[in-house]
C-alpha cells in the first residue's frame, strides 16, 4: 500500500525526488515519515510531515537539504532531496502511521511500531 520510488546513482553534489505513493488508505489520516537504512548501520528518521502537510520535521544531518511534501488529493509524498553526499547512500522507506506526531515518528526506527510500510528505494550517491 506505500511504494516508494526515484532512487538511483546520483554524483555528489546532485539531487533526487524520491515518490511514496499510497494506495487503499486516506492518506489525511496518517503521519508520514521517510527513513533510511544504509549498508551496515542502523535505520534512522530521515523526515516526517504532519496529517495536513503543515509542519515538518527533519533529522539535523539533512535539515536545509531535503525537503518533505504531501499532496493527499492524489495520495503521494515527497521527498526532495538536493546537495547530496555519500553518506546519504542508503535504500530509503516511506512509513504511514495514525495517531502520531512528527517528532515521536521521526525518533523511533522499529517498523512493527508502524501500520504501514512499503519496500525502499535504493540511493547510491558516489562519483
Known amino acids: 500500500q506505500l511504494q516508494a520510488s526515484g532512487g538511483g546513482l546520483v554524483q555528489p553534489g546532485g539531487s533526487l525526488n524520491l515518490s511514496c505513493q499510497v494506495s487503499?488508505?486516506?492518506?489525511?489520516?496518517?503521519?508520514i515519515g521517510w527513513f533510511r537504512q544504509a549498508p551496515g548501520k542502523g535505520r534512522e528518521g530521515v523526515s516526517c510531515?504532519?496529517?495536513?502537510?503543515?509542519?515538518?520535521y527533519y533529522a539535523d544531518s539533512v535539515k536545509g537539504r531535503f525537503t518533505i511534501s504531501r499532496d493527499n488529493a492524489n495520495n503521494q509524498v515527497d521527498l526532495q532531496m538536493n546537495g547530496l553526499k555519500p553518506e546519504d547512500t542508503a535504500v530509503y522507506y516511506c512509513?504511514?502511521?495514525?495517531?502520531?506526531?512528527?517528532?515521536?515518528?521521526?525518533?523511533?526506527?522499529?517498523?512493527?511500531?508502524?501500520?504501514?510500510w512499503g519496500q525502499g528505494t535504493q540511493v547510491t550517491v558516489s562519483s
Open positions: 487503499g488508505l486516506s492518506l489525511d489520516l496518517y503521519t
Open positions: 510531515i504532519s496529517r495536513r502537510g503543515d509542519i515538518p
Open positions: 512509513v504511514a502511521h495514525r495517531a502520531i506526531t512528527i517528532w515521536t515518528m521521526c525518533k523511533s526506527a522499529d517498523f512493527n511500531d508502524y501500520d504501514y
